[in-house]
């Protein structure tokens, strides 16, 4: 079944819009992912020139999909303004963006004893990879531009093994420690200083359905994390549940039912029989 009348409209370029992030990425931290040698003189015309590049090509991938979306169709005025005005939104947010990574960064390092420096946390820790990549593909996805915002959340997974909805709405200090196999669903709410190890799922339980059996979309479904939260590997997380701040949650935990502020849940130990020529004990 064909969605458009005549020629459809040109799709968003998947390797512009990674190139326009990564780009953001770099003038977001300069010194790590700038050019080599870049010296202190130079960072803020580095920083200035990568915006005006970055932001310039998301915008055109942005009015490509405000135009898939059948936005103000012909109108090619009004989609550049709009996709003008969501550009201006992204800028103003950078300086946000750099706070709270930079205190995503310090709850990596500080949460590891591992690492060893705060260079190596933003070089080599694929959870902090995808954490960057994550909040500027989430400004997107709020700002409207779901598909450019899925694009950049399934690249980060492929490279990292992370795989984060850009919907997920997560405050600061968020780490993830190892990361391969995370999940966290689309109306996953995470709070402050939040910790996950690898495997983690934060999903939802079941699929909501409409009167003739299609699945009901844009409703809450995933887990909310609280303030100061250990979810360990392997825990499965499931239905709009609340996990109350400070819980731990206990490796390979399947929870589908909200826990208090600072509750442990653990699997239930197994129990043990004891054979002695062959009586029960």
Partial sequence: MRRYRGTPPNLPSRAETVAAV?????????????????????V????????????????????????????????????????????????????????LLDADVLAAFNGDPSAK?????VFCFPGVAAIIRHRV?????????????????EKSHSETGI????????????????????????????????????????????????AEGQLLKNYPRHPIVEDDVVIYAGATVLGRITIGKGASIGGNVWLTHSVPEGAVIMQAKATEDIFVDGAGI
């Fill in 22 to 42: 990564e780009g953001i990425v770099s003038a977001l931290f300069p010194r790590h992912f700038g050019p080599p040698g870049l010296r202190a003189r130079e």
């Fill in 44 to 99: 803020d015309s580095f920083v200035a020139l990568k915006l005006s590049e970055s932001l310039s090509l998301l915008r055109r991938q942005i009015e490509l999909e405000l135009r898939l979306a059948g936005e103000r169709e012909g109108a090619a005025h009004a989609l550049t303004r709009h996709a003008t005005h969501i550009i201006r939104e992204i800028a103003e947010s950078l300086p946000r963006l750099r706070a």
């Fill in 117 to 121: 420096t705060v260079d190596e946390v």
């Fill in 137 to 153: 593909a989430h400004e997107l996805y709020r700002l409207g531009v779901p598909m450019l915002a899925r694009i950049i959340a």
């Fill in 163 to 210: 795989d984060i909805h850009p919907g997920a709405q997560i405050a600061e200090g968020f780490f993830i420690d190892h990361g391969t196999g995370v999940v966290i669903g689309e109306t996953t709410i995470i709070g402050k200083n939040v910790r996950l190890y690898q495997a983690v799922t934060l999903g939802a339980k079941r699929f909501e359905t409409g």
